[in-house]
């Protein structure tokens, strides 16, 4: 059980346009999911924290407006890359748990590659 | 906020013998610390965790140790086998609300035949 999701496992854009990235809980209700960012050969840094039907939570030096993340029922949230740029490229991982869990559950991440 | 620092960056052994790596964290309202083990290109997979009630904890070749009052706790990894070898985290939280995980650097653990 406590199986989570993600989609696309890798992707490549050209600079400027948006990508879009969904994270599913498949077996349980996730009342907060949270993205993480992964450089290469580096730990995994938290974006934000967002629980279902409410606004995001970003980190500190996270910009709001360029990840958009949306978290609109139980089972997914999804997070925008907005006007990406090469800078923008990693490995972006979400994970999710329900309120009282002992933890909390990874997804396979996605690989984005910006041109 | 909570600041993980995580040693060593990259740990060589061999295959057989023990392998440890500590951590140690800022916070000390974090009581939850989950230790998470990364292959390359792979989600973390959580392999053991210990939340601050508690020294220590064992499962088969795996240990996590826990000094609440000096801020550190550890991983150790006994009769290490190849498959061993990989990228491993540690991270800290408060088990109180949305359990924002801090992780660690990461260690890259080698096993060599």
């Known amino acids: 059980g406590a199986v989570v999701s993600q989609h696309p496992s890798r992707v490549i854009c050209k600079s400027g346009t948006s990508v879009k990235i969904e994270c599913r809980s498949l077996?349980?209700?996730?009342?907060?999911m949270f993205w993480y960012r992964q450089f290469p050969k580096q730990s995994l840094m938290l974006m934000a924290t967002?629980?279902?039907?409410?606004?995001?939570?970003?980190e500190q030096g996270v910009e709001k407006d360029k990840f958009l993340i949306n978290h609109a029922s139980l089972t997914l949230s999804t997070l925008t890359v907005t006007s990406a740029h090469p800078e923008d490229s990693s490995f972006y991982i979400c994970?999710?748990?329900?309120?009282?869990?002992?933890?909390?559950?990874f997804g396979p991440g996605t690989r984005l590659t910006v041109l | 906020g909570e600041n993980v620092e995580q040693h060593p960056s990259t740990l060589s052994v061999q295959e057989g013998d023990s392998a440890v790596i500590k951590c140690t964290y800022s916070?000390?309202?974090?009581?939850?610390f989950p230790w998470y083990k990364q292959e390359l290109g792979k989600r973390p997979q959580l392999i053991i965790d210990i939340r601050s009630n508690v020294g220590e904890k064992k499962d088969q070749r795996i240990a996590v140790t826990l000094n609440k009052t000096a801020k550190h706790f550890s991983l150790h990894i006994t009769e290490t086998q190849p498959e061993d070898s990989a990228v491993y985290f540690c991270a800290a939280s408060l088990l109180q609300g949305a359990q924002k995980l801090v992780f660690g650097q990461g260690t890259r653990l080698t096993i060599n035949p």
């Open positions: 077996d349980f209700q996730a009342t907060t």
């Open positions: 916070d000390s309202a974090s009581n939850y």
């Open positions: 994970s999710a748990e329900w309120t009282g869990a002992d933890t909390q559950y």
């Open positions: 967002s629980n279902e039907g409410s606004k995001a939570t970003y």
